[in-house]
């Protein structure tokens, strides 16, 4: 292979990586903060103006609001600034600001899909900081280094904003300018990710009361029903797990289903899926115990959509023929032909002795 063809496949590979990367990236950059809120949906807003009385300022360790906790990244103090005046700067509105030489963080709450606000030097003509952005694992998924402007009165503030994508969620913004630095933050914003959608989930569809022996062996079957806006072929059937949700949010595991057939089970006449899963597993995997009242269903689409639905279940120590949940096997065809010769014998004796 000639030098020429390695540099060239070089250099093929490296711009497919860059793609790739592209492509794949878990975190959206804005700069505009009309594109922000479009792109995010409903959000909450801290605005630092009421928090502090005017010209006033309150100095702690953090300050947390709406869920978001606003601090240091080192020992030195952050501080909300009331209007008119903070480190000598006149501004035009309340913030918060980190200040001595210590880079700060931005704390998030769980579940964070988009983050964003107005940033601005407190103390200066302006200075680059680099922010970099942490996902709900600590694992870095965006850095960017933006020249912050004065936070002076009438002065163009800096918009940044991230919104997480691919399923990922954001936990910390953290903003260092690489040395003594004061930089404040104003109407901070959060979209928190939206609620999986609710689906119709029927714990042993038919005329059930849903009794559910801890001693079961057999299938307990959950239904999950169409409607004119669900399709359940859109269900991505190896993603389903079962489980109460009070122990599998306690830290039990909810199990996957065992058997999947498409079934109208409320005769409207559209299909609806049918998941069969383990009682036996259900119980021994911690699932479920005597103290559960509920079963949760989760799972996603093949887009990605995550999907929940629970119904109630009754507990029960041992099968009582109440629950059908036990699945007895069926009698040979030899056994039962026996056993009809044997009644017609009783039968007889019977009649012969009247």
Partial sequence: MTTRLRTLLLIIFLFTVFIAGR???ALVFYTDPTAFATAAGPLTTIDFEGIVPSGGNVSAPSHTFSGVTFAPDGVNSSVICGSNSCAGSPYDS???????????????????????????????????????VFNQSNTLIDKQTEFLNDFGAGLTHNFLGWIASGGDSISRIRGDGGGNLWV???????????????IIVDIKPGPSNNTVALNGNGTLQVGILAN??????????DSLLFGDPILVDGGATALGATSDRLRDLNHDGLDDLL??????????GGALDASSVEGRLTGELFDGTPIVGSDIVRMVPQ???????????????STLALT???LLGIGWRRRKRA
């Fill in 275 to 284: 998941v069969g899963f383990s009682i036996s597993d259900l119980v021994d």
């Fill in 340 to 342: 009809a010769l044997g």
């Fill in 23 to 25: 492509v794949d990236a």
């Fill in 319 to 333: 099968n009582n023929g109440g629950g059908g949940l036990v699945i007895s096997a069926v009698p040979e065809p």
């Fill in 184 to 198: 404040g933050a104003d109407d901070f914003s959060i979209s928190l990710i939206p609620p999986p959608p609710p």
């Fill in 94 to 132: 309340s913030i918060w600001f980190s200040n001595f030489g210590d880079a700060f963080n931005i704390f998030l709450p769980a579940g964070t899909l988009a983050a964003g606000g107005f940033f601005g030097d407190i103390d200066g003509p302006g200075f680059n900081t680099t922010f970099t």
């Fill in 228 to 237: 004119s806006d669900f399709d359940v072929l859109d269900i991505d059937i």
